[in-house]
């Protein structure tokens, strides 16, 4: 035993200054842990084996309570033998069973030097996780004066008593894990709330985008159906391209969440590039004339074909077309695809177009989901799903401003050649 640390706090003269040095430094961590560790399971099993080692015990646990139930449950439970875990699955205490029971309902800390001889032992816990208590510590986890759960240590592992001096550190640890589970708990209450807001948000953006849709498809089907009674071959053929238009729409919006629902690795085979954003030009010519806008090709000789996920690139030159010619909408002006290898490794695609272009601000959030300036007309999916299939393919997208002051937004793609993988399949879509 050392020299007494303080005069005034009685049960701290038992303690020798090592004794006292060794708690401040585990409840220093363990109120550091606060800002560090968020998830409540971890920091429990942290708190759990602090206490633990602070008490010299043989093992510890937290048990929860739930307000609900008014039952107490183990949410940690840490020891040298036996096994832990069954505490977890199979014992939830009333707050009349237990010694932990009645440490809740009292309040108060309760030192049990004989757990077996005493009336209030669970000894189920026991049976259960093939544990053998000897004595035990149990202290009240309370946060103003909301009742938390509480936190245990048991068998002194010098097989003596726990004494004073650890009754009144392991209230300090409760009144800590106390406030820690609570500040865990409105984070995680935070984020739901946040995730909820955002979802809420983005439903009725997905709902206006999809009645616009639906909207459009109705219309078209009413003058198709009118054309068709009435012979009238002018008003099929206003109302067709309308229809076609809408269930593209609707295909684009479906394939674009699907992309985006998991991850996913990209099939690579054998692919003619050249010929996959001819595709997609071809797939959106009707819009581009529509709105007359001039599309430009500068695709440079990139050695034969490149192994990539032909159908994921073929959605990606969609999704930077579409958007490219909704931002020369106003306008009428050019779109220019330039494609080259700048080494035998890596290919880089090129869309840029003669529209406004991205604000600064906006540079970032654009690969976001759900980010758009399009209102009911867009979905904000189109530029996140590009860069997951591009992220996907160890590849980088950026968007850079255009000399003209439009947009341009670079690809940089791995790209083995075929020759050196030393695969000639081709995918259907490059069939001719
Ligand atoms: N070429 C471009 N020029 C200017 N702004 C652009 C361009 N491409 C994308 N953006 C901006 O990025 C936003 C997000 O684009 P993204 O393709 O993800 O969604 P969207 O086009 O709005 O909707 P959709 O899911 O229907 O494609 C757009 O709303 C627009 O503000
Ligand atoms: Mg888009």
Not at 405 to 424: H, N, Y
Request: negative net charge; glycine residues 8%; contains cysteine.
């Amino acid at each position: 035993m050392g020299t007494p640390v303080h005069d005034e706090i009685p049960w701290l003269d038992s303690a020798s200054r090592e004794e006292v040095a060794r708690v401040v430094e585990a409840l220093y961590r363990v109120h550091s842990l606060a800002t560090a560790v968020t998830d409540i399971d971890s920091l429990l099993v942290r708190i759990s084996q602090e206490a633990k080692d602070v008490a010299r015990a043989e093992a510890a646990s937290v048990m929860l309570f739930d307000e609900n139930t008014q039952e107490l449950y183990f949410r940690t439970a840490l020891g040298d033998s036996g096994d832990q875990d069954a505490l977890k699955r199979e014992v939830r205490l009333t707050l009349s069973q237990g010694i932990a029971g009645a440490t809740a309902a009292s309040r108060a800390s309760i030192n049990v030097h004989d757990a077996q001889g005493d009336a209030r032992f669970y000894r189920e816990a026991d049976a259960a996780s093939r544990f053998e208590t000897r004595n035990l510590l149990a202290v009240p986890m309370i946060d103003h004066d909301q009742l938390v759960g509480v936190l245990e240590v048991l068998n002194k592992s010098d097989g003596g008593d726990f004494t004073d001096f650890d009754t009144r550190v392991m209230e300090m640890f409760g009144s800590l894990a106390a406030a820690e589970v609570i500040s865990a708990r409105l984070i995680e209450e935070k984020v739901r709330n946040e995730r909820l807001a955002a979802i809420g948000q983005a439903v009725t953006g997905l709902s206006h985008y999809i009645k616009n849709i639906v909207t459009g498809l109705t219309s078209s089907a009413d003058l198709i159906d009118m054309g068709l009674d009435r012979q009238n071959i002018e008003v099929l053929q206003r109302s067709w391209p309308v229809f076609r238009r809408s269930t593209k729409r609707i295909a684009n919006f479906v394939q674009d969440m699907l992309s985006l629902s998991k991850p996913r690795k990209p099939v690579r085979e054998a692919c003619n590039l050249e010929e996959i954003i001819h595709d997609a030009h071809q797939t959106m010519e009707e819009l581009f004339t529509q709105r007359k806008v001039d599309v430009v090709f500068d695709c440079q000789d990139v050695g034969g074909p490149v192994m990539l996920d032909a159908q994921a690139m073929h959605r990606c030159m969609l999704n930077l077309l579409g958007n490219a010619a909704d931002a020369v909408e106003k306008t009428g002006g050019q779109v220019r695809i330039r494609v080259w290898r700048p080494d035998d490794e890596q290919v880089v695609i090129e869309c840029e177009d003669t529209g406004p272009g991205v604000p600064d601000e906006h540079k970032r959030e654009i690969f976001d989901m759900f980010f758009s300036t399009k209102g009911a007309k867009g979905t904000g999916l189109g530029l996140a799903a590009t860069h997951k299939s591009i992220r996907e393919h160890g590849g980088t997208i950026e968007v850079l401003d255009a000399p003209g002051g439009g947009a341009c937004f670079r690809i940089v793609l791995p790209a083995p050649s075929v020759s050196e993988s030393g695969q000639e399949e081709r995918h259907p879509l490059l069939q001719s």
